[in-house]
């Protein structure tokens, strides 16, 4: 048995394959942890959402700033290309990045080496992905739940996140939607696949990872008892490089960092320890 990591990124102005190296670094230090590791143990697919928004982000940003004198050019960037992407999402591209990471997860899960009805995924979500899964996934739980036995008919047990076994946030903003009212965010998803075995189920775990530098990524146990008890840690690492480890920059450098992808790599060598599920 394979595992799959479905990667989203959360910056409007991200470029397609984001998480190439990524992939690598994570899968280098997945194989050192244990003789007998294999890279094809790890399937990854990039989520990619970017191209919907991105034009109107540039666009935006030409026009605000025609006198060219603005002054932080980089923080702005990095500001407008948040907010702007939310403000697209919220208002008029909900449904079609909804149906890209539907596109995707489809993509995986027609996957050869993955069992549509068995085999385990995680979810790697930066910044304002990590709104878009939630929200994803918020959806198809609903429909379960209002289905006569909880299964959506038609749809695999991987697509509808019935074998999901862990959500990995990393700069994330989630806490700052819980503020609204009537939020979906105010009661987090549920991140373990009813679908796993048990013994599997009981290695699932939420982590979140953030750098005390980076303004748009918040801790998330604190948001309230619900997420408490469901995210198995909030981990401040530090990540970026010299000239962006100490300042807002740094939203962009957990790709990279090893302070992100050695925990990553440790996470799954512990959900695929040995056990009859994964021969």
């Given at each position: 048995?394979?595992?799959?990591?479905?990667?989203?990124?959360?910056?409007?102005?991200?470029?397609?394959?984001?998480?190439?190296?990524?992939?690598?670094?994570?899968?280098?230090?997945?194989?050192?942890?244990?003789?007998?590791?294999?890279?094809?143990?790890?399937?990854?697919?990039?989520?990619?959402?970017?191209?919907?928004?991105?034009?109107?982000?540039?666009?935006?940003?030409d026009k605000a700033n025609y006198k060219k004198d603005l002054t932080y050019m980089n923080l702005r960037e990095l500001f407008v290309d948040y907010l702007g992407a939310t403000?697209?999402?919220?208002?008029?591209?909900?449904?079609?990045?909804?149906?890209?990471?539907?596109?995707?997860?489809?993509?995986?899960?027609?996957?050869?080496?993955?069992?549509?009805?068995?085999?385990?995924?995680?979810?790697?979500?930066?910044?304002?992905?990590?709104v878009i899964m939630s929200d994803y996934i918020y959806d198809m739980q609903k429909?379960?739940?209002e289905a006569a036995d909880h299964k959506i008919d038609g749809?695999?047990?991987?697509?509808?996140?019935?074998?999901?076994?862990?959500?990995?946030?990393?700069?994330t903003p989630m806490a700052l939607f819980s503020l609204q009212e009537n939020s979906d965010f105010a009661k987090p998803i549920n991140i373990v696949g009813a679908?796993?075995?048990?013994?599997?189920?009981?290695?699932?775990?939420w982590n979140n990872y953030y750098?005390?530098?980076?303004?748009i990524a918040y801790p998330m146990?604190?948001?309230?008892?619900?997420?408490?008890?469901?995210?198995?840690?909030?981990?401040?690492?530090?990540?970026?490089g010299a000239a962006s480890s100490w300042n807002p920059a740094c939203h962009n450098g957990y790709w990279e960092d090893k302070d992100f992808y050695k925990p990553v790599a440790q996470y799954f060598s512990e959900l695929r320890a040995k056990d009859t599920f994964w021969d």
């Open positions: 048995m394979k595992l799959a990591i479905a990667v989203i990124h959360g910056m409007g102005s991200e470029d397609q394959h984001f998480s190439v190296e990524l992939k690598h670094r994570i899968t280098e230090e997945y194989v050192k942890e244990e003789e007998g590791r294999r890279e094809e143990d790890l399937i990854f697919q990039e989520i990619y959402w970017g191209d919907l928004v991105n034009d109107q982000q540039q666009s935006l940003l403000l697209a999402y919220r208002t008029s591209m909900y449904d079609a990045i909804h149906s890209r990471v539907k596109e995707n997860l489809a993509k995986l899960c027609n996957h050869r080496r993955v069992d549509p009805e068995n085999t385990p995924l995680v979810i790697l979500a930066h910044s304002f992905g990590s429909k379960q739940a749809t695999s047990n991987f697509e509808q996140f019935r074998t999901m076994a862990g959500f990995i946030t990393f700069g679908a796993l075995p048990e013994n599997i189920q009981s290695r699932v775990k750098d005390k530098d980076d303004i146990k604190g948001i309230n008892d619900a997420y408490g008890e469901v995210i198995t840690g909030d981990y401040e690492i530090n990540v970026g």
